[in-house]
């Protein structure tokens, strides 16, 4: 699986972090964010990420590409984010709002908050569910992604 990365000012330390964990894992880890004048703009960041992900999302969909955007809130990556056509992108704060959207949404983004008071055992298993939680095979859940456009 490749995973892109990528934060603005407010998620740098957080990103730094995430990206050490999961290349300790094994996982594939391509940290995408942009070198940008004004480090407090969070859309060149999603905007970076979401290039990569469709770029290359349709070729290595089999090998499930996946994108971890952050920002001080995550909030405003993920609107940035998902203003590409093609990108799922939403912030997870629990595993099972994460499996849940990946699950009945087909999420290829998580948002990330880089002030999160979340510690980092409770981050990676958020972002464990991300990586490993498969799409729904329902008809009604495809039904709604393929509405999304």
């Known amino acids: 699986m490749i995973i892109y990365l990528a934060a603005d000012h407010a998620g740098f330390a957080l990103k730094d972090k995430i990206k050490a964990m999961l290349t300790k894992q094994g996982q594939e880890v391509i940290d ?6 004004d480090a407090d703009d969070y859309p060149p960041v999603a905007q970076a990420l979401a ?5 290359r ?9 996946r994108g971890l955007l952050l ?3 995550g909030v405003g990556v993920c609107i940035a984010a998902n203003r590409h056509k093609g990108i799922r992108a939403a912030v997870g704060h629990t595993v099972e709002e994460i499996k849940l959207a990946r699950e009945h949404n ?6 990330l908050s880089g002030r999160s008071r979340l510690n980092e055992k409770e981050l ?7 990586l490993k939680t498969k799409k729904s095979s329902a008809v009604r859940h495809a039904r ?3 509405q999304l456009g």
């Open 106 to 111: 087909d999420i290829n983004a998580l948002c």
């Open 124 to 130: 990676l298993k958020i972002i464990d569910a991300f």
């Open 51 to 55: 290039k990569q992900l469709l770029r």
């Open 57 to 65: 999302g349709t070729r290595d969909e089999q090998r499930g590409t």
């Open 144 to 146: 709604r992604v393929k």
């Open 32 to 37: 995408v964010t942009p070198v940008f004048k």
């Open 71 to 73: 920002c001080g809130s």
